[in-house]
């Protein structure tokens, strides 16, 4: 046996008692372990029925996900989608001069980058905006998986018409609503992706999202504090009547709410 023979048995031996001698068998070793009850943390895998589910485990991927990530860029091909648990993703559109608006939000609810998997260009950026954990799973897996048929390519349809209608909304909120009403729903929008009511945020990053000057945020949020809905301090933001964020925000928030609803109504149905 010549010395490239011993060293292929030698490697297999090691890997078959359990020792992990690749590169690749050491990195899938220190992978976090998947789990279904980790997995469910994201409504969209908690949604699949636990053999659909089960069969992503081997290319899922727990992954933190910290403040200020760019998940992708304008223009670029994504290697990964990501299924939020406890982060909180921006998709934002960047103009040539560096403005920035945010058009969406995805949190536990939902996945990032799924308009990409079947190999188009990012039309938009993605960036994490509340730091947390999520599982990423390859595009190319995600393509196969939906060529196939079933549970997965469904959950991901009805998604997308979710998605698209938030950005409709967003878009017409950003046209005909007021400053006081986009504020409430950009506040609202981020407390359905949070377990309490206490967000950590600046006005300077609230503004950027909507594109508006942060003299106005100061003021929506004065104004907003004023009428017992939110108590600000510098940096958190307490949601103290969410009933009444909600009726001060209107449509601006309502129509896309609705949409989600539907979805987890119809999903919990199946």
């Keep these: 046996m010549n010395n490239a023979q011993l060293g292929g048995a030698t490697q297999k031996a090691q890997s078959?008692?359990?020792?992990?001698?690749?590169?690749?068998e050491i990195r899938a070793a220190s992978r976090p372990v998947v789990s279904v009850s980790g997995t469910q943390q994201n409504e969209l895998l908690a949604a699949l029925p636990r053999q659909d589910l089960e069969t992503l485990f081997e290319h899922l991927e727990l992954?933190?996900?910290p403040f200020g990530k760019e998940l992708f860029e304008y223009g670029s091909k994504l290697e990964y989608v990501y299924f939020p648990t406890t982060a909180i993703v921006s998709l934002l559109y960047v103009m040539e001069d560096g403005a920035t608006t945010e058009i969406a939000v995805v949190g536990h609810e939902g996945v990032v980058g799924v308009s990409l998997f079947m190999g188009e260009r990012a039309m938009c950026s993605a960036v994490v905006q509340s730091a947390g954990y999520g599982y990423r799973l390859k595009t190319q897996f995600l393509r196969d998986?939906?060529?196939?048929?079933?549970?997965?390519?469904?959950?991901?349809?009805?998604y997308t018409n979710a998605l698209f209608a938030q950005m409709a909304q967003n878009a017409v909120g950003g046209r005909h609503s007021s400053i006081e009403q986009k504020l409430c729903r950009w506040l609202l929008d981020r407390l359905d992706r949070s377990p309490g009511n206490e967000l950590k945020v600046t006005q300077e990053l609230i503004s950027i999202m909507l594109g508006v000057r942060r003299e106005s945020i100061t003021a929506a949020a004065g104004k907003l504090q004023d009428e017992g809905l939110i108590q600000y301090r510098r940096g958190n933001i307490t949601v103290l009547d969410r009933a009444g964020l909600e009726e001060y925000a209107g449509e601006c928030y309502k129509v896309a709410k609705t949409e989600y609803d539907r979805l987890l109504m119809d999903v919990a149905a199946r």
Excluded: C, H, W
């Design 16 to 24: 078959v008692n359990g020792i992990p001698s690749t590169k690749e």
């Design 63 to 65: 992954v933190p996900m």
């Design 145 to 158: 998986a939906f060529m196939k048929g079933g549970a997965l390519p469904q959950l991901l349809m009805r």
